[in-house]
């Protein structure tokens, strides 16, 4: 059997998702308030640039992977308008069902769909638009995730990957300090759970940097390929045209 890792640790591929699925159920109840703990709230700026980045415009159609409690998702919708589309999606059902009804309760009704990112149900050349934000880490595949994300994608379509990245050196041990011993604490004392955290820390050092999943995304078939560093390289914004 093939192997992957979950965090630090090696394990058959056909069990990661499973892992992955665990945590999510764990934290999606706190999700959201972990987020603005743990980002000071920064977060929110991030995710303001990605939708600034995205530049859509009424009756755009929209993929939102990994959308999870739906920030991305409800602010697309703004964007796209009635005549527009933005499709809700996410592997894990608890969090799926989390940012359902918080996208309910604020009025907006958009399709909702459990969904494997490395198999996607949708025909080919279908979507303007494709965001996947801190999700791509999770997946077993990331590859043929990327080249699912470019088949159902227009010519001209645009993929916009937000991730956790590679840190400025200068910043690499106060970051690790904080990876490692604060996060699984605000973990254990919010949610409940410290595990999850630590599991979140260590994807991070195991997802590809910067330089590493533009080379991963050209080889998906985007044929140009831009990054932008956030908070000194925590998170980055890569951008894939479908040429």
């Not at 409690?69 to 989390?98: C, P, Q, W, Y």
């Not at 254990?188 to 991070?204: F, M, N, P, Q």
Request: aromatic letters at 8%; a positive charge.
């Amino acid at each position: 059997m093939s192997s992957t890792h979950f965090g630090f640790e090696t394990v058959d591929e056909k069990d990661k998702a499973s892992r992955v699925r665990g945590v999510f159920d764990s934290v999606a109840s706190k999700y959201d308030i972990m987020n603005d703990l743990m980002s000071g709230g920064l977060h929110r700026a991030w995710k303001a640039y990605t939708v600034m980045v995205a530049n859509l415009k009424e009756g755009d159609q929209v993929l939102d992977i990994a959308g999870g409690t739906g920030d991305l998702s409800m602010a697309f919708s703004k964007k796209v308008g009635n005549s527009g589309r933005v499709v809700h999606t996410d592997i894990n059902e608890a969090m799926l069902r989390t940012g359902r009804n918080r996208l309910v309760d604020k009025g907006i009704i958009l399709p909702t769909l459990v969904c494997d990112a490395e198999k996607l149900p949708f025909p080919d050349a279908h979507f303007d638009l494709v965001s996947v934000a801190f999700g791509l880490r999770n997946m077993t595949h990331k590859d043929g995730a990327l080249k699912e994300m470019n088949r159902v994608l227009k010519p001209g379509g645009k993929l916009l990957v937000l991730e956790f990245s590679k840190v400025a050196k200068p910043l690499a041990k106060p970051y690790d300090l904080y990876s490692f011993k604060v996060l699984p604490f605000l973990g254990k004392l919010v949610a409940g759970d410290d595990s999850s955290y630590r599991y979140l820390a260590e994807s991070i050092r195991m997802h590809p940097g910067q330089e590493e999943l533009k080379v991963l995304m050209q080889g998906a078939g985007f044929g140009h390929v831009d990054y932008h560093n956030m908070t000194g390289g925590i998170v980055a914004l890569h951008v894939g045209i479908k040429c």
